[in-house]
């Protein structure tokens, strides 16, 4: 494994994990396929854009030919897969891009590493189970995504089982809590809240906020793909988070307390329509690899709330044109 296509590169998760693998395999390359979206943004690569062993290349993942003469140009083993439609909300105003790129997409990523005998893994979610009203759920568990959103990722699951079976392709799949840190985009709850938070601006809480999340922090997600891409078993799923659970309205009050702003920003608005109340996973089969979270849910937040509190150039320039107008239609005209 030397040559690795990163999908979706350019966004939150995937940026961090192409510097998380320059920084730890000086022999690796890694190459950005990705089409640029509202989410994607060079901005996240700045630091290695002058790396030789980074590159990037602007394309859809539907595109077979570009996948194709992505993979013969720089004679990639391995495709890691962060590419997606990633916003639940946005899922609930309109699923389309979400079925071409996140079911669509993977089918042509899957027909790809087929036909090049490559190494395949999926970034999965942990929203694929649904709403777990109890206990935590286990990668054999069935899936009941209840989000456009979590169908279309829980579709990518099963193609990829049914390409594992049927064609021999060696694919893994991690399926990730909520992640935190630097680089999400500020439609995401937590770089939503402090950048609001920051400006003195209301924090959209949804219905009575004691929805539960496992927010882990980026950089464990990526260690995390990383030992599951080297030791993983082929054809397996594996949970990916702290185990914990923390309501989003104690995430919420977090916020304002590490800025010294007022709880009174705290602006509860109308629940998400199929709005799930809680996600718990048990990541014992991937501790067994020897995985351990290494920060906890404070540390992350912390952590998260620093940089962007330092990096406004990043964010400030994001919440504006393109933004404003979801921002709009999301909290201004539904209440
Ligand atoms: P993101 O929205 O920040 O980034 C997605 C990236 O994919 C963007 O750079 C975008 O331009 C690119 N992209 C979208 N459609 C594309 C297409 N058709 N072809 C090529 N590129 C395309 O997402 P993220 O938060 O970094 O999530 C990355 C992956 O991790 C996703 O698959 C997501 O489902 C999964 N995941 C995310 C979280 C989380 O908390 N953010 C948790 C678990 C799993
Ligand atoms: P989000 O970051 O959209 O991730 P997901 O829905 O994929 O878990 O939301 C995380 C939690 O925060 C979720 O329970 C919904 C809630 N939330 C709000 O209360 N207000 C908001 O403005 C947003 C975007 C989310």
Same mark, same amino acid.
């Given at each position: ?193 402090? /950048?609001?938070? +920051? ?5 959209? #809480?949804?219905?009575? &906020? =004691?929805?539960?999340?496992?927010? *882990?922090? %980026? ?26 659970? /923390?309501?989003? +309205? ?5 916020? #304002?307390?590490?800025? &010294? =702003?007022?709880?009174?920003?705290? *602006?509860? %608005? ?66």
């Amino acid at each position: 494994m030397k040559n690795l296509l990163i999908t979706g590169g350019a966004g939150f998760i995937g940026s961090n994990f192409v510097r998380y693998i320059l920084n730890k395999y000086p022999d690796y390359h890694t190459i950005v396929f990705d089409k640029l979206t509202y989410a994607g943004n060079l901005d996240n690569l700045r630091d290695v854009a002058n790396d030789p062993r980074y590159a990037f290349i602007r394309a859809d993942i539907c595109d077979a030919d570009a996948v194709e003469r992505a993979i013969r140009e720089h004679r990639i083993d391995t495709i890691v897969n962060f590419a997606a439609e990633t916003h639940v909300d946005r899922s609930i105003m309109d699923a389309d891009a979400f079925i071409k790129t996140d079911v669509y997409g993977t089918y042509v990523l899957l027909e790809a590493a087929k036909k090049f005998g490559l190494r395949y893994h999926q970034v999965g979610t942990d929203e694929v189970y649904g709403w777990v009203v109890e206990g935590r759920s286990r990668e054999d568990d069935r899936l009941l995504p209840r989000s456009p959103y979590a169908a279309s990722k829980a579709g990518a699951d099963l193609l990829i089982h049914a390409y594992v079976v049927t064609h021999k392709v060696g694919a893994t799949i991690t399926r990730g809590s909520n992640n935190i840190g630097p680089y999400q985009y500020p439609e995401k709850v937590v770089p939503l809240f402090v /950048t609001n938070a +920051i400006d003195n601006l209301p924090l959209p #809480l949804y219905g009575d &906020g =004691k929805q539960m999340r496992d927010y *882990q922090y %980026v950089l464990d997600h990526c260690e995390a793909i990383d030992i599951v891409l080297h030791h993983g078993k082929i054809g397996e799923v594996y949970n990916v988070g702290t185990g914990e659970e /923390t309501e989003n +309205i104690v995430m919420a009050r977090m916020i #304002l307390k590490l800025l &010294g =702003k007022p709880e009174s920003l705290i *602006q509860h %608005v109308p629940d998400r329509p199929g709005h799930d109340r809680r996600y718990a996973l048990d990541i014992s089969k991937l501790c067994a690899l020897g995985w351990k979270s290494t920060h906890t849910f404070e540390e992350a937040l912390r952590k998260t709330v620093r940089w962007y509190v330092e990096n406004e150039w990043w964010w400030r320039k994001l919440k504006s044109g393109e933004y404003l107008e979801y921002y709009r239609k999301q909290y201004l005209e539904r209440r």
